[in-house]
Each structure stands twice: as C-alpha cells, then as structure tokens.
C-alpha cells in the first residue's frame, strides 16, 4: 500500500524515494521508513509541504511561505536551469501558464549522465 500510495501523483507529488529497512525488536518485525528532506516543493492530498531538515511543515494556508518556497525554488533551480540550457519549458509560447512544465534537454542529459 505505500509504494502505490508513494506512486500516485494525485496522492503526493513529487514522488517521495524511501529507504525501508526490516528490524526486529522482541520478536516483532518493524519498518523503519527513512524518508530524505528535499529541496522540491511537495503536495500531499491537496496540502503544500516544505520538507526540510526539521521535518515536513504544511504551509498550505500560509499564503506568504507558500509564495516564499515558490520564489526560491523558481530563482535557485528553474531560472539557472534554463539560463544554463539544462532544462526547457514544455510551453515555452505561455511561459507563466499553470500547466507549465520543464523536461531535461541534450545538454541536461549529457550532464545527467556524466553525474552517473
């Protein structure tokens, strides 16, 4: 239930990469889930989550932390993304529509696959 849970985008997007580990404690077999803070802007069941260091803080109804997460992910990933000519948009006639999105181009891939 929670890979098909991880893996529906209606439920929580971003998909999560979780590390599950068996322990057992007194004869009791236990899932430990370890699931890593991210610098993406996360969405569960129509919630807006900031995940970092501290934890998974809902800012869904903070409009101005909201906007904050926004802006910072937009200058310190998308911004240089596209300036560099790693990532382009899907839409590039209606650069500010809500379905925007943006892919990897050649180059994105070539530096992908140098990292690997």
């Known amino acids: ?3 098909t849970t991880i893996n529906n985008p209606q ?11 068996e322990v057992q404690v007194q004869d009791q077999t236990i899932l430990h889930v370890y699931v890593p803070e991210s610098s993406q802007i996360h969405r569960c069941n129509g919630r807006i989550y900031d995940r970092n260091e501290d934890g998974d803080l809902d ?6 932390l909201v906007s904050e997460l926004y802006a910072h992910f937009r200058d310190s990933y998308i911004i240089p993304g596209l300036e560099s000519g790693v990532i ?3 839409q590039p006639d209606s650069p500010k ?20």
């Open 11 to 21: 439920k929580i997007h971003p998909p999560a990469y979780l590390s599950v580990d």
């Open 88 to 90: 382009e948009m899907t």
């Open 97 to 116: 529509s809500p379905t925007q999105r943006y892919r990897l181009t050649s180059k994105g891939y070539d530096v992908l696959n140098k990292l690997e």
């Open 59 to 64: 800012i869904t109804d903070h409009t101005r």
């Open 1 to 3: 239930m929670v890979v």
